[in-house]
């Protein structure tokens, strides 16, 4: 890590790569023993870590989901923090999605699909179109 980015970090980084280092010299019995301890908003974050390491098809997502944990937790732990729910993210996702499933003559069955209006599908493909000429355009000059 550089200088700067270790400046983000809260805690010393010895302390933080000490924590790792314990962590991964863990028994499988002192391991159950120290993540069944933990507050429940931590073992669900590394829960939904470990899922997303697995659908990754990621190798040891288990051992490398507990070490996220314990580095976010060490960056972000004790913090007032807000987490948005991703709508925007979900809702650019969506619009990649119809964009990909548009065909010219699907309009109404992907205003099915997705819950919503041919008039905002139509604006989804012509925004998507938009972005996707830019894209292509950078990459001639």
């Keep these: 890590m550089s200088d700067d980015q270790l400046d983000l970090l809260p805690t010393h980084t010895a302390e933080l790569e000490q924590l ?6 863990l028994r499988p ?7 069944v301890r933990w507050p429940a908003t931590l073992q669900s974050l590394c829960e939904v ?3 997303t ?9 288990k051992h490398l989901s507990e070490a996220m944990a314990i580095a976010l937790s060490s ?13 925007r993210l979900k809702t ?8 990909r499933e548009f065909k010219g003559n699907n309009l109404e069955q992907l205003a099915r699909e997705h819950g919503l209006t041919e008039r905002r599908i139509s604006e989804i ?6 972005a996707f000429i830019a894209r292509k355009q950078r990459k001639l000059f």
């Design 20 to 25: 790792l280092e314990t962590q991964r010299q």
């Design 29 to 35: 019995d002192e391991r159950e023993d120290f993540t």
């Design 49 to 51: 870590l470990r899922v």
């Design 53 to 61: 390491l697995d659908a990754e098809k990621v190798e040891n997502s």
């Design 75 to 87: 960056y972000l732990g004790g913090r007032d923090l807000y987490m948005p729910n991703g709508a």
């Design 92 to 99: 650019a996702l969506r619009d990649i999605r119809i964009w």
């Design 125 to 130: 493909v012509a925004e998507q179109r938009s």
